[in-house]
């Protein structure tokens, strides 16, 4: 795939801080700190829904999914990790990775809309990427 065959979302540039690129996905933070907030998207001109997706590129989506994970649930020492593949707002195909704490705002329900968005402390989230990046093999 010819790198300009892909472009991330306007609103995903806008609402996210880029980590990196796995295989098939980009890896962003979205800019609230009211959670620990991950995206994948992976890097498919046109796709929308998973199944969009090879049945290849299915399976290491689901690997990174979970690599990405496991990463965040490590870092964050969360109680529950939330993980869907919505799109509603934004069309793009991109699965959402959200540590959840029992204390947070928003639990037990969905995150959206209950809390503004809170920007993020520019120290804390580079050690927040550092780490990630550390534990998902992004350097």
């Known amino acids: 795939m010819p790198a300009s065959a892909w ?14 690129d796995l295989p098939l996905s980009r890896v962003l933070v979205i800019k609230d700190a009211n959670y620990p907030w991950l995206l994948l998207v992976p890097r498919r001109e046109g796709a929308v829904e998973i199944i969009d997706l090879e049945e290849v ?34 069309p793009q195909l991109h699965v959402h990775i959200i540590a959840r704490r029992t204390s947070d705002a928003a639990w037990p329900r969905p995150v959206w809309g209950v809390m503004p968005p809170l920007a993020h402390d520019a120290e804390e989230v580079q ?12 350097g």
């Open 7 to 20: 472009s991330l979302h306007s609103r995903l540039k806008e609402d996210t801080i880029d980590i990196g």
């Open 127 to 138: 050690n927040f990427i550092s780490a990630l990046r550390r534990k998902i093999w992004l």
């Open 57 to 90: 590129e299915q399976a290491q989506l689901m690997t990174e999914i979970s690599r990405v994970a496991r990463a965040l649930k490590e870092v964050t020492k969360c109680d529950k990790l939330n993980i869907a593949a919505l799109g509603n707002a934004v």
